[in-house]
C-alpha cells in the first residue's frame, strides 16, 4: 500500500506560524530549520501559544542568510541565521540545553508583540537532544526544540472524519503537522510502522497529544472554545497516555540529506 505526501511544512520559531513548502531537506533533527528557533521567559522556560496564542499570528520566513519575522502592526525583524549575543540555558518540557541567544533587538521586537518579556533563541548544537528512547527503541533519535518528536504525521482522511463531527470544519493548519498524506483511510497512521520514498525512511513511534493549541484560531491568533478537544475526548482519548491522540509523532531512520517533496508516493509498512 503507498500513500502520498500532499502537504510540508515546517515552524522555524517554536509555536510561531508554519511555512507550507513543496520540498524540504531531510535532517538528522528532522526537517531543516523546523524548530530550530523557539521564545523562552527570561528564566530561559520556553512558551507556546498554549499560553500565548498570539504567537500564531509571527509569520517566519527564512533565506540563506536570516530569519525574517513580521506580525501586524509591526515593523518586520531580521535576524541573521548565526547572531549571537551568548548562550542561555533553555528549558523544554524536561529537556534542559542551551540555546544560542539571538541579541536584544530581537528580544525588543518579541517582547513588545507579545507584551510580555522573552528572548528569541536558536538551537545550540553543542546540546544535542534526543528523544525518549522509551518510544524509539533500536533508534537513536535527536530534535531541536520541538515537544518531544521531529516530525508529525496526519493523514486528510483523519481530519475529514474528525470534521464529519464537528459543528463546524476546521483547517488542518489547526494540527500544525509536518507531513500530511492521503491515500489511506482515517487514522491509519495509527497503524503506520515506517514511510518509505526515494531512500528516505520516516518511523512512526509515538501518537500525539492534543493540547489547547488546537482550539487557537491560527489566522487570528485567538481561542475558539472548546472543539476539537470535546469531540476528540469522545472517541480519540488514549487511556495509557491520559489524553486525546490525533496525529503521529515520527522520526528519520534513513536519508538524512536527501529532500521530501510533495507528491512523494510513500510505500508503507505495517506495525
Known sequence: MHATLTDLYTYPVKSC???????????????ADDRHWMLVRPNGRFVTQRELPRLALVTPALDGRALTLTAPDRTSLRVERDARAATLDVTVWQFDGRGIDCGDAAAGWVSAFLQTPLRLVRFDPETPRLCSPEWTPGARAV??????????????????????????????????PNLVIDGVDAFDEDRVHELRADGITIRVV?????????????????????????????????????GVAFGQNAIPVDGVGRELRVGHSFQITWK
Open 17 to 31: 506560524r508554519g511555512i507550507r513548502h513543496d520540498r524540504v531537506r531531510m535532517d538528522g533533527t528532522g526537517l
Open 143 to 176: 530534535t531541536e526544540f520541538s515537544d518531544g518528536f521531529p516530525m508529525l504525521v496526519i493523514s486528510r482522511a483523519s481530519l475529514a472524519e474528525l470534521n464529519s463531527r464537528l459543528p463546524k470544519a476546521l483547517p488542518m493548519e489547526r494540527f500544525r
Open 206 to 242: 509515538k501518537p500525539c497529544m492534543r493540547c489547547v493549541i488546537t482550539t487557537t484560531d491560527q489566522q487570528t491568533g485567538e481561542r475558539d472554545g472548546v472543539e476539537p478537544l470535546q469531540t476528540l475526548k469522545g472517541y480519540r482519548f488514549d487511556a495509557q497516555q491520559r
